[in-house]
């Protein structure tokens, strides 16, 4: 079991930055490989960026690629997504999610899930 925190959302204008953390407690951390999507309203969730287990390998949605960073630190058990210029699309909740993998590489699908921090871009 796999328990995560989100934070660091909040009110930004356009082209600004932000950084959210999602802290995990429970099985081991440095095992799974971490994720975040997003949410907007009236709209399917989404993956924003992901990371392997080892943070060898990442991937991210083109509509953010070159602007956000997906990053971790596993003696911290902590995975960061830095956000910049920031646009009025990119409002939305952003949630964290974990699943265990044997090996480095990126799930399609994920087990456990944050509560979510809600961002919004003002213009």
């Known amino acids: 079991q796999v328990e995560l925190v989100e934070s660091g959302g909040g009110l930004v204008q356009a082209g600004g930055s932000l950084r959210l953390s999602c802290a995990a407690s429970?099985?081991?951390?440095?095992?799974?490989?971490m994720a975040w999507y997003r949410q907007a309203p009236g709209k399917q969730r989404e993956l924003v960026a992901a990371?392997?287990?080892?943070?060898?390998?990442?991937n991210y949605a083109d509509s953010v690629k070159g602007r956000f960073t997906i990053s971790r630190d596993n003696a911290k058990n902590t995975v960061y997504l830095q956000m910049n210029s920031l646009k009025p699309e990119d409002t939305a909740v952003y949630y964290c999610?974990?699943?265990?993998?044997?090996?480095?590489?990126?799930?399609?699908?994920?087990?456990?899930w944050g509560q979510g921090t809600q961002v919004t871009v003002s213009s």
């Open positions: 429970g099985r081991a951390f440095s095992r799974n490989a």
């Open positions: 999610a974990a699943r265990f993998t044997v090996t480095a590489y990126i799930p399609p699908a994920w087990d456990y």
């Open positions: 990371i392997s287990n080892g943070g060898g390998s990442t």
